[in-house]
């Protein structure tokens, strides 16, 4: 009864909350290439709202630990190496990038956007990338002076949604199915276009069946790069290292993760990362989650290499402190600013859910940004039993 | 015909976009029925009208011919409606 009243609580609290970020989110500077969406911000708090009370329904109800709404099924977190291109031009020098050859302690997450449902599950993967020892100031305002710096990918090169009113529209349907018509109805072709880009991020994602070390990821919606040579929209991706073995999936429920692990207890995962510009004239729009800026190779330039080093990351230890861990876009220094309503988007949402969660499951102690590596990497019990075997903590 | 299903197969089809930003993700423990047994799927006639109304507008048809171009490869309302429907339906899950 206590429990349950503390959840009520806190739910209401995040309902509180997520209305007071979204004011202070609607007071963030726009850069020359954003304008405002009509309404956005009301439009990212209802979807907050709304995905709050999926995950109270989901979880929190049944007396369930609460998995973040995005990206939930954690296939593993491993520790890694990003390491700035020795040779990088000078214009290029900004933010994470200032030092060349500099390496930085790095915990990569990668993910299924379903939840705690088999690798085979036909999906969207994510390689969410979380560097340490990133000094300067960040734009997440409760946490400006952490050393973290979060790159967020998935194996698409767009985002399914033009903006946050279609989002929200999106999250209606996956409330209720029923909810599809009255939002065709309301822009018959756009609408038609989001929903066939919503299932070809999922089930007719071309890289289904393929290995995670063989996936190229993408950030989908454009940053900023500002130097003081540079100022302009980008979008990053990380690409597989040349060379990498082709291998087929076990067909298990864990074939993904069974598949990093193999490579890892062998030897070293590796990745380019790489960032393509804004071209004026070519089409591309900051404020259209679904801009293609293209996948031509030659409009890439490689800024860093990923490195995963040979480790088991496969236990229960990890794969909990890996759940707890918070990617945000906006864990992220101001050279690299994230750009675009969908971006704006998810600092609201991100931020209320990640807060949320973390209360719900009573580990908002735990809810500290790490400073390194370290304490991930010192986890050695090698217990591996299932996803599902993470329980809620105790109330203290 | 079951059309009973389980919001988890929904869920496999819409929740890697929401997850995006941020969506439930239905788990084993959250299933939910829903019946789309009189779910309803624009007729023709409607699709085709409301098309064909974005296609003439004199500012943004250009854009939405476009984009019926990425839905369905064809910039005929008429010729676009099976796939459309089509996505309906797998938003329903009656494929």
Not at chain 2, 9 to 30: D, H, P, R
């Amino acid at each position: 009864m206590t429990t349950k009243l503390l959840h009520l609580l806190t739910f209401a609290g995040m309902l509180l909350c997520s209305s007071f970020t979204s004011a202070f989110a609607a007071q963030m500077p726009l850069t020359q290439w954003e304008t405002l969406a009509p309404d956005e911000v009301g439009e990212a708090r209802r979807s907050a709202d709304e995905l709050l009370r999926q995950i109270k329904h989901d979880y929190t109800d049944q007396g369930k630990r609460a998995f973040r709404d995005a990206h939930p099924r954690g296939i593993g977190c491993v520790a890694a190496t990003f390491t700035v291109e020795p040779n990088l031009p000078l214009k290029y020098r900004t933010g994470v990038f200032a030092v060349p050859g500099k390496s930085y302690d790095s915990i990569i997450r990668f993910s299924s956007s379903l939840g705690p449902v088999g690798d085979q599950a036909k999906d969207a993967r994510g390689m969410a990338i979380k560097l340490f020892g990133v000094p300067g100031t960040k734009l997440l305002e409760d946490q400006p002076n952490a050393g973290t710096h979060d790159f967020l990918q998935i194996n698409a090169r767009t985002f399914p949604a033009k903006n946050t009113h279609d989002f929200a529209g999106l999250v209606r349907i996956k409330t209720n199915p029923l909810n599809a018509i009255a939002f065709l109805r309301e822009s018959p072709i756009a609408h038609a276009l989001v929903l066939k880009a919503a299932f070809s991020l999922s089930s007719g994602n071309p890289n289904n069946g393929k290995s995670l070390a063989e996936m190229q990821f993408f950030s989908m919606v454009p940053y900023l790069m500002k130097g003081s040579s540079i100022n302009t929209p980008v979008k990053f991706t990380s690409r597989p290292c040349a060379g990498v073995a082709q291998r087929s999936l076990d067909g298990s429920d864990g074939e993904l993760r069974n598949d990093l692990q193999s490579r890892l207890n062998e030897g070293d995962v590796c990745y380019d990362f790489l960032y393509q510009f804004y071209r004026d004239g070519a089409g591309y729009d900051v404020e259209n989650g679904m801009s293609d800026w293209g996948g031509d190779p030659t409009l890439f330039t490689k800024f860093a290499t990923i490195n995963i080093q040979k480790q088991t990351f496969l236990t229960d230890e990890k794969l909990h402190y890996c759940d707890n861990l918070s990617m945000q876009p906006w864990h992220a220094l101001a050279e690299h600013q994230p750009l675009g309503n969908i971006n704006r988007a998810r600092k609201i949402i991100y931020e209320v859910i990640s807060k949320s969660r973390h209360a719900t499951n009573n580990e908002s102690n735990k809810y500290l940004e790490p400073t390194s590596s370290t304490d991930f990497q010192a986890l050695r019990d090698p217990k591996f039993s299932v996803w599902d075997a993470i329980k809620v903590p105790a109330a203290n | 015909m079951n059309l009973h299903i389980r919001m988890a197969v929904v869920a496999g089809l819409l929740c890697s976009a929401t997850s995006l930003l941020g969506c439930k993700t239905t788990t084993g423990s959250g299933e939910k029925s829903v019946s789309f047994e009189n779910a309803e799927v624009m007729s023709l006639q409607e699709w085709t009208t409301a098309c064909q109304k974005e296609l003439d507008h004199p500012t943004t048809g250009s854009a939405a011919k476009n984009e019926l171009m990425q839905v369905a490869d064809t910039t005929d309302c008429a010729s676009a409606y099976p796939t459309v429907k089509g996505i309906l339906e797998q938003v329903y899950h009656r494929t």
